[in-house]
Structure formats: C-alpha cells, structure tokens
C-alpha cells in the first residue's frame, strides 16, 4: 500500500456533513406560548359597496346598505389586512359570529 492509500477504507470514511440541512422537529402547542399574547386583528366582510360621499352624509339609523353579495355566500375572513380564510355567518346566542368553512393557503 501507498501512504495516500492508508488510512480508512471506503467503508469507514464519514460521509461530508450537509450544511443547511435542518432536521424535523416535532412542535407542540407550548412552544408556541411566547405568541399567545401578540394581538392580531381579525377582520371580516360582509360585503361592499361604493357610494358619493353625499348619500353617506344622508345616512341615519336603520339605513339599509346594499352590499355586493348575496344571503347565504361565502364571507371573507382577515388578519391584519391579509386574507386568511372565508366562512358563513352564525348567530351564537344574541351575537354574530363566523365559522371557517375554507382557509385559503399563502401564495
């Protein structure tokens, strides 16, 4: 055997270590604790419209608005100004609330 070829066989050589490759690590919901207290602002549209700003001047208490949706369809759901998922309007006791029928993926 030459020097350059003692040593290590090809079976007892350690493959290169791999930079940037992270390993999985399994999450629970405690190590999600630090955000539990950051505020969000959740958001959701029943519907729009456009309008001068003379009928709106002209508004008053029981004022019907017709909005572009009809009874029954999808609302949209926002947090802090980001669309996030889309839901049906439920009455909970004597106030509103919505359920999350689809959530909508980041692009």
């Given amino acids: 055997m030459s020097a350059e070829n003692e040593g290590f066989g ?51 208490a029981g004022t019907v608005i017709e909005l572009d949706r009809q009874v029954g369809e999808a609302v949209e759901i926002f947090i802090n100004d980001r669309l996030v998922a889309r839901g049906e309007i439920v009455l909970v006791e004597d106030r509103l609330g919505v359920t999350m029928t689809e959530i909508i993926k980041p692009q």
């Fill in 10 to 60: 090809l079976d007892e050589m350690a493959a290169p270590e791999r930079s940037g490759q992270e390993h999985y690590v399994e999450k629970t919901a405690a190590d999600l604790e630090a955000v539990f207290d950051v505020p969000v602002r959740v958001s959701v549209v029943l519907g729009r419209t456009k309008m001068p700003v003379s009928h709106l001047l002209k508004m008053d």
